[in-house]
């Protein structure tokens, strides 16, 4: 996948030629620095490393350190690895800014969902409450019956259940490309993305 490393900025909205209101999302897509560079002849399939950011010299380790300097580079806050994305005329140490996107053209965003600890069935699976009359009480949230008859007699696998929400690896496809300022190194993409503000994102081309 053809891709960069970003942080998502923020929602706001912009106007068409029409003047049809398009809400977006904001993002600061690279540059990116060229890390790495897989191949097929020396590491068994071709990818290139990306890096975005920069990491404190403190949190950088002394193996990191030899590695990076031995590439002539610093050492990036997130480095990810894109397989089979080829840009021709680059290698390690050469940036890639956020042109490599065009208005118009549908990418797929990919980042870590928002965390909401541990939820019960309403808010994770969206079950019904229970009644508030009639006799209920101490009952009015609860998931209801886990169990079964005699047989088999115990609680099936996979029951929806409370528990953790959130904090998934999550992908959206079909977002397009609204408008993209190369001077700036920001992009905005049709709709909403997972993650929260300043949290890092994937943005690739739509793969089929």
């Known amino acids: 996948m053809t891709g960069l490393i970003g942080k998502k900025v923020g929602m706001t909205r912009v106007f068409d030629e029409k003047g049809t209101v398009i809400p977006v999302t904001v993002i600061e897509l690279g540059p990116n620095q060229i890390t790495n560079i897989r191949t097929v002849e020396k590491n068994g399939y071709s990818a290139t490393c990306l890096g975005f950011g920069q990491k404190r010299d403190k949190l950088v380790t002394k193996p990191q350190k030899g590695h990076y300097k031995r590439l002539s580079i610093t050492a990036p806050k997130i ?14 140490g050469d940036s890639i800014a956020c042109d490599l996107f065009v208005a118009g053209e549908k990418v797929q965003v990919t980042a870590k969902s928002k965390g909401r600890g541990f939820a019960g069935v309403i808010k994770r699976h969206g079950f019904n409450r229970q009644t508030m009359t009639h006799g209920t009480h101490e009952f ?14 115990r609680t099936l696998p996979g ?4 528990g953790r929400m959130g904090a998934d690896r999550v992908t959206v496809k079909n977002l397009k490309v609204i408008r993209v300022d190369a001077d700036a190194n ?10 929260p503000n300043n949290g ?9």
């Open 79 to 92: 480095e990810r690895e894109f397989r089979d994305m080829e840009i021709e005329g680059k290698k390690v």
């Open 140 to 153: 009015f949230r609860h998931g209801g019956s886990i169990g079964s008859n005699t047989f088999p007699g």
């Open 159 to 162: 029951l929806r259940m409370p």
């Open 186 to 195: 920001l992009i905005m993409v049709g709709g909403a993305v997972p993650g």
């Open 200 to 208: 890092i994102v994937i943005v690739g081309k739509q793969s089929r």
